[in-house]
């Protein structure tokens, strides 16, 4: 794109232009002043613009999922421009109009994003001034921003008086100055969400909601298990119904369905549901297929290596789980006629699910538009764009707009889900309480978070790559929950073995500073060294750090008739300098939340290549009756570059409720979810012991 | 086969044509364009589909069309006071000032089940607050933040002077 036809898209005004570090960077300053016929940058990471009636609009690939993205990087903006964050709209994931992203994942919103939006908004602001310093003939140091207004003296002006006019572009490298957080006003403090009005009144378009002139609604034809393949299928009645059309068509991305896509579209919903019922359909089903009671053994038996341990190791194991986002996985595609594709999904990836498209389709990645909405959630789940690719197979059959929302059985069986594994692990400890040695092998649940944290002498740390029988892929913290809840429940362990507090055992292997500081503000607001052991009480603690973020969280359970209540949950999260206080308390809480689930009772179960927990009338997630008193302690860094903050926080909560029911029961739960069926038969009788 | 052809919908009527056995969610949201109110699952488990049918919340995606013709039905769009001021119901406010949501797909059920709750119970204790709103799914997992909503909603609608 040269710079002509980008200003014939967003009209006049002055346009920063954020590009990496390591990239040329030669334009600076004087870039401004160029020819219009010149070429946008290639690799950009964010930009922004002020038009010549002063509105502000930042553009970046980044999407909001739930994790108030939107409101921080608003807040990004203002910071640096000394704007009101009521006068920045945000442009996000939308692959015409923003730079390229890799996507939302990996909690990089805060620590890679958020800064360069920064940036560009400290450089938008420096144009300002030197456009008012130029108009009113003064010197740069007598012109001050704020409120949205450029002022000298008397003379006070908007942006859009000073952007008039102009077309002017500036691109600046990422390493520019930025105003420290110990002086600012609009970051670091509580903003309320820039679009919650939209969504308290039910008025944001999701991606399921879009609806396009002439759309016909798909269903599409899935395997009764995993891996079938379709024998035989008539379509004769299908047909016969007035206004149906079936679509069958070989696709060549990753699909779990096999490589046919087989849909029906009809111009209204229950249509397309009775035409997919009438499709006759034969499968072959692949035998062999493991259940999710074997899963564990199946780990170590495709392991690519076997182990020889060096300590006694004790076995655990982590069930698959599934993301449950409220809002399943949903597209609605539209061609044009000079061969484009458009398509609204909800996506962590726009531009990974462009790429999929355009491989799809065999055309330039010029040639798809995706664009996602702010999105009803992801936890991770939301890679990649099976709905988006779904849907333009089909709208291009049919040559009319098609949606394809997925229901929530099909999202709960065909969508990916969090790894199940096996972990096996095991410490030796001096009478002291000095941790000597230690041993942790993952199978297939993942690497994050494999290390231990602790001061350890001689250790081994090894992830197997095992072959799993699900589909599965990333989610919020992903391993980390594994790893965490395996190492803190071991580390528990051994401060029992050594008759050692487990708070005190922990701070004793602990060099880490900011560990060590979440461990202890957990802890006093807790109450922990004053808790009251009584019978069916139980307490637990865990700590950890993944992602930039440090973690600690302490638990109360009680027991009764078998059955546990998490009770009261305290969590202390630092991720550097806190970005918007509300809304980190409201991750933090949520996490916790979504944790007991994982912590609890979630689990998928499968056999026969059949999801059987696919409607949540089978899945039990987390609800208002599940939920402890649930206290954050957020420790703000001012002196340490802002983190992100969406999963880390969940990485404690498995681990503190397991110590707590040790605590309760003398029962070492090895197993999450740890009592999807109540505690087992034994537990009562202990825990009023 | 039986056909829907009016429905009165916040405050107005909707003329449609549908077949009775149809689910008012789909209707509402294919039929008339009012997306607000969400899927969820399809099986009556989350309430992200709820919506007031005579004052009292109703899960949508389990509820024939057919069945509340002629009955006064409010969805998220029609909560809020139809003023040029455009105002907030309390509980709509009180959700924002609580911060209770995150993604926002759970919150138009949420926000009709909450004023469902208080209808019933104007003051609720967290306890009367689980059990009336234990059948709303949150995923993001922010139900300490909606119970908090509703107390303060609560609060606001028994101030002399409060919205009706």
Redesign the interface.
Known sequence: MTRREFFAIVGGGIVVILIPDDSDAQESGGGARRGMNQRMPEQVNAWLHIAEDGSITVYTGKVE????ARTSLTQAAAEELHAPVASIRLVMGDTALTPFDMGTFGSMTTPNMWPQIRKASAAAREMLIDLASQRWMVGRAAIAVADGKVSAGQRSTGFGDLTHGEKLVRTIPAGAALTPASEWKVAGHSV??VN??E????????A??V?RPGML?AKVLYPPSFGAKLASLDTSETEAIPGVKVVRRKISGEREAGSDLVGVLAA???TAEKALAALKAEWTPLNGHPSSKDVFDYFRQTAPESVSPRLDLASYTVAYIAH?????RGAVAEWSEDGKLMVWTGSQRPFGVRSELATEFGIPEDSVHVIVP????G?GGKHQGDAAVEAAVLAKAAGKPVKR?W???EEMTWAYFRPGGLIEAGGKVNPDGALAAWEFHNYNSGPSALQTPYRVAEKHEQFHRSKSPLRQGSYRGLAATANHFVRESVMDDLAHSVSMDPLEFRLKNLDNERLRNVLTAAAERFGWAHRKRAPGRGFGLAAGVEKGGYIATCAEISVANGAVKVVRVVEAFECGAIVNP??LA??V??????GIGGALFEHVDFAGGKVITN???RYR?????D?P??ESVLLDRKDIPSAGAGETPIVGVAPAIANAIFDATGQRLRSLPLVANGLPALSASSALA | MARVTQLEINGTRRHLDA?SD?TLL?VL??DL???????????G??A?CTVLVDGMPTKSCITKVGAVAGKPIV???G??PQSPAGG?HPV?EA??EA?A????????GM?LGAVGLLTRSPNPTDAE??TG??G????????????RAIHIAAQKSTKPGAHA
């Open positions: 999922v739930g994790q108030n309320q969400k919650g009005r969504i308290v009144t039910g008025a944001h378009p999701y399921y909601d609806h609604y209204d919903p229950a449950v986002p409220l809002e399943p702010d999105t009803g959630s936890y929302n229901t929530r059985e509300e809304h409201n991750q809480e949520g996490a916790v939340a979504m409607r949540l009338a997630v987390p609800r208002f009756a939920m008193v649930i | 077949d149809r789909s949201r294919d364009a009012l997306t607000g109110t969400k899927y969820g699952c399809g099986e488990q989350c992200a969805t998220i769009e909560l809020a907030l709509q959700f924002l911060d949501m995150q993604c926002g797909w759970c919150t138009p926000i607050i689980v709103m234990n709303h799914i949150c995923r993001c997992g922010t139900y300490p933040r909606i119970a």
